[in-house]
């Protein structure tokens, strides 16, 4: 019998390995691709403008939704409208005591009829309520005011009055 010694065995794996290995390609092999590398030119992006969203509250109030609204309640038939920013205190029954607060009021029909959209916060994003009074009479009622929307925009506010007072048959009749 012979005896095999360490240096004798190859094992399996290692020849198989070696069989297995490619040759190695020739470096001095010409290229294939003789064109040169085109390169691209990427046109910056345009930046967008900021949202009018985005402004401070009062130049918001002030420059966009104010205008916007008159113009919305104009198209509806709205004669005579005076829309103002106001910080004033709640004119509900039952919040005299709560501190003031900006308030977005319209009045129309000499005045006879009024809304008040009150913005707790000094943001359009913050908490919003409306309340709506006829005949000069005063509010007894405040209601959140598009409490259900992630983003406020401009058209929204606008379009969210427009339907409230429409649901309040101070724009069109059934």
């Given at each position: 019998m012979v005896e095999e010694s360490?240096?004798?065995?190859?094992?399996?794996?290692?020849?198989?390995?070696?069989?297995?290995?490619?040759?190695?390609?020739?470096?001095?092999?010409?290229?294939?691709?003789?064109?040169?590398p085109v390169e691209k030119?990427?046109?910056p992006k345009k930046e967008k403008p900021p949202a009018v969203e985005a402004k401070p509250f009062?130049?918001?109030?002030?420059?966009?939704?104010?205008p916007a609204l008159t113009q919305a309640l104009v198209d509806k038939g709205v004669t005579d409208l005076q829309?103002?920013?106001?910080?004033?205190?709640?004119?509900?029954?039952g919040f005299?005591?709560?501190?003031?607060?900006?308030?977005?009021?319209?009045?129309?029909?000499?005045g006879k009829r009024q809304f008040n959209i009150y913005f707790f916060e000094d943001n359009i994003q913050g908490k919003r309520a409306i309340s709506c009074v006829d005949r000069g009479s005063k509010s007894s009622t405040i209601e959140s005011f598009l409490i259900d929307e992630?983003?406020?925009t401009l058209d929204l506010l606008v379009s969210g009055l427009v339907?409230?007072?429409?649901?309040q048959k101070?724009?069109?009749?059934?």
């Open positions: 360490p240096d004798s065995v190859v094992p399996a794996a290692k020849a198989t390995e070696k069989e297995a290995k490619p040759a190695a390609p020739n470096a001095t092999a010409p290229a294939t691709d003789t064109a040169a030119t990427v046109p009062t130049e918001f109030i002030q420059q966009d939704y104010l829309v103002a920013l106001e910080q004033s205190k709640i004119a509900v029954k005299e005591t709560s501190p003031a607060c900006s308030q977005v009021i319209g009045r129309w029909n000499d992630r983003k406020i339907l409230r007072l429409n649901s101070w724009l069109m009749r059934n």
